[in-house]
């Protein structure tokens, strides 16, 4: 039985039971609020990948100079241009990177920068200066500031069981769905929907208790739009069978069903590359670059790659040189990628990482972060930046006019 | 009733809540007397022992290891952290000296510190605990001094003419004075004065080294002087905004996620008069009136650490496989000795997105009835379905959890003539508003009532 029936065979039955309220909005949505949405996917490589035998500087000696046994033999190298090209185990998209659909900014980071997983990732995820602790992310802000009309959690989803400090607001908050049938079945527990049920109507309170109901009946109401949306879209494109490619097709299933989203957030962890670097990232770039590559490709055939944004960051680059591990330690600057219809300036964005010139033995960031965070509010997402990064930056150029 | 009202709010507060034998027993108590007896049974301290060997201290050092002896040690690393968190959560659910671990929770939030060594951070702890009702300036001291503080805020690398501020900077934007009560030039200077404070790395244990220490003069907070990191203490605490600062985040952790100034200036009075003994303080916040407001009753978001002490407590609930525990830690974002910075977990509104509160609601049932809610409202031909799909799952999650509640104890301890009414009255600490009262009485057995009543958001508020 569609939802919609069993409410209004179960109302009939009670009499006077009304549909709820929190249902309401949704259907009276039009279809044509639906279209031509620009969408962010965000793809987190968690563990501080290494981006200097990812975007390898091979045209500079000091790369095999300091990095003896891990540096990759040039032979192998995909090159892109005479001194940067891709890890082997990226070969996928070339493709993509020939077509014109992705962009590689060099030596992304702040100033101070902090070698913990934990604080340097809070600082990518917040937004926040190094010296200062955001309990709210920056996409949570976005949706504080732009999402007033617009305040169900779908607007932002992370693809994942559990929700990152990206995704928080201050008063809004994205949601985390691993898969939109698992989030619809556990809100189908008999005992959690009456509950919900019985408080649709009720003046919920502004205290924490109106918080935990009011939290409750969004997720309710967005579990069963997400789920309704998402299976009116197949997904015909093959995909590699890895956690994120399963990821990336799922992102898929949301973009192309038409679901009101305007961020997805997605991660892929195992780059903390201390021991033996080149067997374990070799692994971890190949399913990165398979499955991102596969996404890209479904997403031009559906026509909506000039309606995505990807950007692919890390928390820390790696060391220039290497350990006595074959592994390298936790580093500073660090390459992010942009993929995408729109990019102004496709292939490398900028100067590869500069090796002669180091902060003891790191690099020096070129491009703070929050430039790039900057040009994807103001462009993409259509908010000035200064709303969500609490001051103005004034953002790179990495958009053509969309 | 309103007396017994008023005991289940302080168990919820100065513990983890209450059990049904308590109130029994303390239902016509005073509250000075209740207090008294909190207080009297957090007398003992019992340190956390889990942990016996330092493994930063082996003989060979770790650039000398093969790559097989580094993942070796760090399975090692990986069994004493879910050691020691096994071993907390299992006090807390089951000591006496509630008010002793709710305290030692409070300053393992204050001071956090998230470090790979396990040992270091049971150290840590243990003084945590040993000081959670004493003195704050002696606690601050010697927290400033365990290796798990100076090593995560790099106070080790702090030395003369190379000076690194960080632990400066923390210790006044989070420990004392909070942001804006200090400035840039403060930290440069009290950095100078930690310098040689260290832990040696042989022995593991605090010694000050004079050869890195800067004996220049230096300028804090308006005064000159040679000053040395016990002066530097001794100036911040001596400013009462420490106090100030102290009784804000323990009003909120309390009381209340909204502080009220003028409560939390009485308390910051008392505190500081009393020279920061803790106590004291705690004293007054427990037997002030407004402690009792009906607003400062049920509306704090229990942190999931709380939520699942609370149920163990409540059910006596043993774990055949712990590692369980931590897992719902990590589920619902709190693993203890893992802050997720070393400004602490935030707490409150912050506990709560879409996913986290599915998990909340669910784990409950999860532990105590393999993921099963009975339900006798009127169920459609979907809820029939559904509810035959999770009886047949719960072989499986049975499996999983392997939790024993001990269901006996528990019912055993319910007065005769209790109804499911009652029993949600007693608890859930918010109200109970009539469509959730509805719900829950409509059910035919106590224990399925009880399932609902550990299911509804208003469990998740103490």
């Given at each position: 039985m569609e939802r919609r029936d069993f409410l209004k065979t179960t109302a009939l039955a009670s009499?006077?039971?009304?549909?709820?309220?929190?249902l309401k909005p949704l259907e009276a949505?039009?279809?044509?609020?639906?279209?031509?949405f620009k969408n962010l996917v965000v793809i987190q490589l968690s563990g501080g990948n290494d981006g200097l035998n990812t975007?390898?500087?091979?045209?500079?000696?000091i790369y095999y100079q300091k990095r003896k046994t891990i540096a990759i033999n040039k032979p192998d190298i995909i090159t892109l241009d005479d001194m940067l090209g891709f890890n082997?185990?990226?070969?996928?998209?070339k493709e993509i990177y020939d077509q014109g659909w992705m962009s590689i900014v060099n030596s992304v980071g702040y100033p101070n920068?902090?070698?913990?997983h934990f604080r340097s990732m809070d600082i990518w995820q917040t937004?926040?200066?190094?010296n200062q602790f955001l309990t709210t992310g920056w996409i949570g802000r976005y949706l504080d500031a732009a999402c007033q009309t617009c305040k169900?959690?779908?607007t932002a989803i992370e693809v994942d069981d559990t929700l990152s400090l990206?995704?928080?607001?201050?008063t809004l908050k994205g949601i985390a769905v691993q898969d939109p049938n698992k989030l619809f079945q556990t809100s189908r527990e008999p005992f959690f929907k009456d509950i919900v049920r019985d408080h649709g109507n009720v003046n919920l309170n502004e205290d924490n208790l109106g918080y935990l109901y009011k939290t409750m009946i969004e997720t309710y109401s967005s579990a069963d739009y997400i789920q309704k949306t998402a299976?009116?879209?197949?997904?015909?494109a093959e995909y590699p069978a890895t956690g994120l490619g399963y990821q990336l097709k799922t992102v898929s299933k949301f973009i192309n069903s038409g679901l009101q989203t305007r961020i997805y957030y997605v991660s892929l962890s195992g780059?903390?590359?201390?021991?033996?670097q080149q067997a374990q990232q070799g692994r971890q770039l190949k399913i990165y670059g398979d499955a991102v590559a596969a996404f890209i490709k479904d997403l031009k055939q559906t026509n909506k790659l000039d309606d995505t944004l990807i950007m692919t960051f890390s928390e820390f680059g790696r060391r220039v040189e290497q350990n006595a591990s074959n592994g390298t330690d936790h580093g500073t600057a660090n390459n992010v990628f942009l993929f995408g219809?729109?990019?102004?300036?496709?292939?490398?964005?900028?100067?590869?990482?500069?090796?002669?010139?180091?902060?003891n033995g790191d690099l020096k960031y070129q491009v703070d972060f929050r430039d790039i965070y900057a040009n994807v509010l103001d462009?993409?997402?259509?908010?000035?930046?200064s709303q969500v990064l609490n001051k103005n930056f004034a953002g790179l150029d990495l958009l053509a006019t969309v | 009733m309103d007396n017994a009202k008023h005991i289940k709010h302080l168990y919820a507060r100065a513990g983890f809540g209450i059990r049904f034998e308590d109130l029994h027993d303390q239902?016509?108590?005073s509250i000075k007397k209740t207090v008294k007896k909190l207080f009297k049974a957090s007398e003992a301290v019992e340190p956390l022992a889990?942990?016996?060997?330092?493994?930063?201290?082996?003989?060979?050092p770790y650039k000398d290891l093969s790559d097989d002896e580094k993942k070796a040690i760090q399975e090692d690393r990986n069994k004493q952290e879910k050691s020691l968190n096994d071993a907390w959560v299992k006090q807390i659910s089951e000591t006496d000296a509630l008010l002793r671990e709710k305290m030692t929770l409070f300053w393992h939030n204050h001071f956090a510190c998230n470090i790979g060594n396990a040992y270091y951070e049971q150290e840590l702890n243990n003084i945590e605990r040993a000081n959670a009702l004493g003195n704050f300036k002696t606690l601050l001291l010697q927290v400033s001094q365990t290796p798990a503080m100076l090593q995560f805020l790099n106070n080790q690398q702090?030395?003369?003419?190379?000076?690194?501020e960080n632990y400066a900077r923390e210790l006044m934007?989070?420990?004392?004075?909070?942001?804006?009560?200090?400035?840039e030039d403060d930290i440069k200077q009290s950095a100078r004065a930690f310098t040689g404070w260290a832990y040696n790395g042989k022995s593991g244990v605090f010694s000050f080294n004079p050869g890195v220490h800067d004996n220049g003069e230096k300028t804090f907070f308006g005064q000159k002087a040679n000053f040395c990191g016990e002066d530097i203490l001794n100036i911040i605490t001596q400013n009462r905004q420490t106090a100030v600062f102290i009784c804000t985040k323990l009003y909120r952790y309390l009381?209340?996620?909204?502080?009220?100034t003028e409560h939390v200036n009485q308390m910051a009075d008392v505190f500081y008069r009393a020279n920061y003994e803790i106590k004291p303080l705690l004293e007054f916040v427990f037997l002030s009136d407004w402690f009792y407001d009906d607003k400062n009753i049920g509306n704090l978001i229990k942190s999931p650490v709380e939520l699942l002490v609370g149920l163990n407590r409540q059910f006596y609930i043993s774990y055949q496989n712990p590692d369980v525990l931590m897992q719902f830690q990590r589920t619902l974002g709190q693993v203890l000795f893992r802050p997720?910075?070393?400004?602490?977990w935030p707490g409150g509104k912050n506990w709560i997105d879409s996913s986290s509160l599915m998990y909340r609601l669910k784990i409950p049932s999860t532990i105590l009835n393999a993921g099963y809610i009975d339900f006798?409202?009127?169920?459609?031909p979907e809820d029939e379905a559904y509810l035959a799909a999770e009886k047949k799952q719960q072989l499986n999650v049975i499996k999983r959890v392997q939790a024993q509640p001990d269901w006996d104890r528990f019912l055993k301890a319910i007065p005769t003539g209790t109804n499911a009414d009652m029993i949600a009255q007693f608890m859930l600490e918010p109200a109970v508003d009539k469509p959730v009262s509805d719900e829950i009485g409509s059910t035919t057995d106590l224990k399925t009532a009880i399932i609902q009543i550990v299911s509804t958001p208003e469990y998740q508020l103490c």
């Open positions: 009499g006077a039971m009304l549909i709820p309220a929190f949505l039009a279809q044509s609020d639906i279209t031509g975007i390898i500087p091979y045209g500079n000696d082997p185990n990226l070969s996928a998209l920068p902090d070698r913990s937004g926040s200066d190094a169900n959690p779908y990206a995704m928080k607001g201050n299976k009116t879209y197949n997904v015909t780059f903390d590359t201390h021991v033996g219809g729109k990019l102004k300036k496709p292939g490398i964005f900028n100067a590869p990482p500069d090796l002669t010139t180091l902060d462009k993409w997402l259509d908010l000035n930046n | 239902e016509n108590w889990a942990l016996n060997e330092n493994i930063d201290l082996r003989p060979k702090n030395q003369k003419n190379h000076p690194n934007e989070l420990f004392t004075l909070g942001r804006g009560h200090y400035t009381v209340n996620d909204v502080p009220d997720p910075n070393v400004a602490g006798t409202g009127k169920p459609t």
